[in-house]
């Protein structure tokens, strides 16, 4: 019986230690097969200044795809800009069609439970940006408003709780929103600060009207648990930080020198 017992018990041990073995074997580990196949497929915007869009010649540019140029520097390999929406741009790191997403994408618990997150590598908030000679001032101004704005986006729920009367209409990009609101079809838009003031400096009819209404901590995305790609893009990121190279990409698309410092480790 005793003999038994030991038998049974060894097999536990054992098993017990295998599990976590198991377990690390299924982890994701991107890195591997990035090196493999010769480059890395980073999921950003092209329709979204100065984060990610098309630039001279249709080619890809912005602060998103800067900070990515650096991490596939980083592990070696070149890197392929692949577009992506905020509706699609989670579906498609989960499914594998891309390695990392930089598309100026909120960090949020929600999220945080299908994808992982970088360090902070941006903090922004929300604004508005009405036709000159708008009525609207703020938030405070929006009953009864037309307000575009993207859907699926952290926008879109911190301006229905900031403007619970305003009549919210959903845009799959931030191009389709402000042609909506070129057009008359809506009284404002609503986005990241930093996004509507590229639009309102190339549109001097238009201006951002009211303070920020929310805070907008932007992470880049990898698939859940896939760490060692995580541990590159934070090292990339605080290492520019340290250079002092982050703050020149900065304000090359902000115009300014950076309001909140990235978080450094030891």
Not at 129 to 158: F, M, R
Not at 240 to 251: P, R
């Amino acid at each position: 019986m005793r003999k038994l017992l030991f038998v049974g018990l060894s097999s536990l041990i054992i098993a017990g230690v295998m599990a976590p073995a198991v377990t690390m074997a299924q982890s994701p580990n991107s890195v591997e097969e990035i090196k493999s196949r010769g480059k890395l497929l980073a999921g950003v915007k092209f329709d979204t200044p100065p984060f990610g869009f098309l630039g001279e010649g249709n080619k890809p540019t912005g602060f998103d795809l800067d900070l990515l140029t650096k991490v596939a520097e980083k592990i070696g390999v070149p890197v392929e800009f692949v577009s992506v929406t905020s509706p699609t741009r989670i579906p498609m790191l989960v499914s594998g069609n891309v390695d990392v997403v930089a598309a100026s994408m909120t960090h949020t618990i929600e999220r945080d439970r299908t994808i992982d997150f970088s360090i902070t590598y941006y903090t922004g908030g929300q604004a508005l940006i009405v036709k000159a000679g708008s009525d609207i001032t703020g938030v405070d101004s929006l009953a009864g408003k037309q307000v575009a704005v993207q859907q699926g986006t952290t926008l879109e729920k911190n301006i229905a709780a900031a403007a619970p009367e305003a009549k919210l209409v959903g845009f799959k990009d931030y191009n389709s929103a402000w042609l909506a609101l070129v057009q008359g079809r809506a009284d404002a838009l609503t986005g990241s600060l930093n996004i509507l003031q590229g639009f309102a400096k190339e549109n001097k009819d238009y201006q951002i009207v009211g303070d920020i209404f929310s805070s907008e901590p932007f992470g880049i995305g990898v698939r859940q648990g896939d760490s060692a790609l995580r541990d590159i893009i934070n090292e990339t990121l605080q290492d520019l930080w340290k250079s002092g190279e982050y703050q020149k990409l900065y304000a090359k698309w902000f115009g300014e020198e950076p309001r909140v410092p990235l978080e450094i480790w030891p």
